[in-house]
């Protein structure tokens, strides 16, 4: 089993910066993908980005490419999301999720864990 908390949100002007962070337990975290997901009110969970067990393989969506950093250390087993630039559009709910693989996946269900998510809400 794995267990994924996420923190770092909260309300920002347009154009502002956010840190979020993922802290993961459980068996051999270390050897999962993680990815960041968002939903905002009345639309679909998506995918915001990715990042290998390794951390050498990162995937984004087109909407944050350039804006959004995902880093991770797995020495204390957290990940990182740099979000720069932010825009209204990207107010949303955003989790954290897991899964044991190889590769980066971007789509919802490929991933086994999630978080309970954090608000993050960007001012016009």
């Known amino acids: 089993q794995v267990q994924l908390v996420e923190s770092g949100g909260g309300l920002v002007q347009a154009g502002a910066s956010l840190r979020l962070s993922c802290t993961a337990s459980?068996?051999?975290?270390?050897?999962?993908?993680m990815g960041w997901f968002r939903q905002a009110p009345g639309k679909e969970r998506e995918f915001v980005t990715g990042i290998s067990w390794s951390g050498r393989t990162t995937a984004y969506a087109d909407s944050v490419k350039g804006r959004f950093t995902i880093s991770r250390d797995n020495a204390k087993n957290t990940v990182n999301l740099q979000m720069n630039s932010l825009k209204p559009e990207d107010t949303a709910v955003y989790y954290c999720a897991a899964r044991w693989t190889n590769n980066v996946p971007t789509s919802r269900s490929a991933y086994n864990y999630w978080g309970q998510g954090t608000q993050v809400t960007v001012s016009s």
């Open positions: 459980g068996r051999t975290v270390s050897a999962c993908a």
